[in-house]
């Protein structure tokens, strides 16, 4: 009943001054709508941005190594057989090491980019990973006899040959001082076709894949690698595919210690990027909060002013038995329901501009149960902390000083 009843004289007050009382909660609404509005489109950015790199490669683990001398096989052909074969997990491992160089038809050039790798380059790499609309990918036995095939794709083969079904074709390749023959054995769907209106299309590399054991017979020195790609099947065995791969290189190459070998995977990434972006919103939201703080300071000038002006009122109700602490929980109760509605007001416009600021950003605005419950929180502490003073102040009041007061 004591709650009830001061819940609804706060509730009087604030009604009987609307436009006072809305000035009051301003501040308040601004922080507020400001904060959630930056949380919400912040967190729909970084779900946006994880979605993204989800897609890249959340599955995928890169090896690499320090080369022990000075001829750059760190990693070796048999350690990642060895890897396949020992950890049931890995579903693909290749190599993805690139170089550029220039590919010829009897007609036309190029510039290309050259990845180059196991058969599994083809479901790891991001440039080659496209569907097969003409003959097939390069296989075990073409890697294992150093067959002189390549995989291009549909736009190289419509800028060299003007027509996309090329396979048995033959492509000149010139890397450095090296010159060799390639025959195609496959197309895949172009990467890059819808960029041609935008770019000079004689700018726009091509992009070809070969086995590593036929560029590295051509050019000795690329017979080494220094690092691979892994994929697995799903995320939660990422930590422990990298911890068996690192330990069994160790063991396999007796390098235990010495820290040869790394494997670094894309959630450890995706965590630093999501650490930088959390800390950056927020700071913004933190500098957006600094409206709250003056929120707070109007919403207690105004319950200074009106414990001036209701003087005489709490004089009167002191004289008919209040006690202290009702004056006390009256204006504090005035103070806190002042800064929740102005919460309220603000969460509901913070949630509407961040649907505005989404939508014109083409992302999902983010409003989670943490940020509503943060909001409530921190309305009620900056009623009760900018409260707290001017109620004191009205229950310290001596009855018969009030009574006297014009």
């Not at 930056?38 to 941005?49: H, P, Y």
């Not at 990845?115 to 569907?131: H, R, V």
């Amino acid at each position: 009943m004591f709650i009830k009843e001061n819940f609804k004289m706060a509730l009087d007050s604030i009604f009987a001054n609307k436009m006072r009382s809305f000035l009051t909660m301003l501040g308040i609404i601004i922080g507020i709508s400001s904060v959630i509005a930056i949380l919400a489109v912040g967190n729909g950015a970084v779900q946006e941005i994880t979605a993204t790199f989800s897609d890249i490669g959340a599955t995928t683990i890169n090896l690499t190594a320090n080369s022990t001398d000075e001829s750059n096989e760190s990693l070796t052909q048999e350690d990642l057989v060895v890897l396949k074969d020992s950890i049931d997990e890995i579903r693909y491992i290749s190599p993805n090491q690139q170089i550029t160089g220039t590919a010829a038809s009897d007609t036309n050039a190029r510039q290309t980019v050259i990845s180059y790798g196991t058969p599994d380059l083809q479901f790891i790499s991001q440039a080659m990973s496209s569907e097969l609309i003409h003959g097939r990918y390069f296989n075990q036995v073409d890697f294992d006899e150093n067959n002189d095939v390549v995989v291009i794709d549909e736009d190289g083969a419509e800028a060299l040959f003007g027509r996309t079904d090329v396979v048995g074709e033959s492509l000149r390749m010139t890397i450095t001082q090296s010159r060799f023959d390639l025959r195609i054995v496959g197309v895949v769907e172009g990467s890059f076709a819808n960029m041609q209106g935008a770019f000079d299309p004689d700018q726009i590399p091509l992009f070809i894949s070969m086995p590593q054991s036929t560029l590295g017979q051509q050019i000795p020195q690329l017979s080494g690698m220094d690092s691979a790609i892994i994929q697995v099947e799903d995320t939660e065995q990422i930590e422990p595919v990298s911890n068996q791969v690192v330990r069994l290189l160790e063991l396999r190459n007796d390098a235990v210690g010495e820290n040869i070998y790394n494997a670094r995977n894309f959630l450890q990434a995706l965590d630093q990027v999501n650490n930088v972006l959390s800390l950056f919103i927020n700071f913004i939201a933190a500098v957006a909060g600094i409206a709250l703080l003056v929120g707070g300071i109007g919403v207690m000038n105004i319950m200074l002013v009106s414990v001036t002006e209701r003087t005489r009122e709490i004089g009167t109700r002191k004289a008919l038995g209040a006690t202290t602490r009702t004056i006390l929980v009256q204006f504090l109760m005035e103070s806190i329901i002042l800064s929740l509605i102005g919460g309220m007001i603000g969460l509901t416009l913070g949630i509407i501009l961040s649907n505005i600021i989404a939508g014109a950003l083409n992302i999902v605005p983010v409003v989670t149960l943490g940020s509503v419950a943060l909001v409530l929180v921190f309305s009620t502490a900056v009623g009760v902390f900018f409260g707290m003073y001017p109620a004191r102040k009205a229950a310290r009041l001596n009855p018969i000083d009030a009574l006297r007061f014009e």
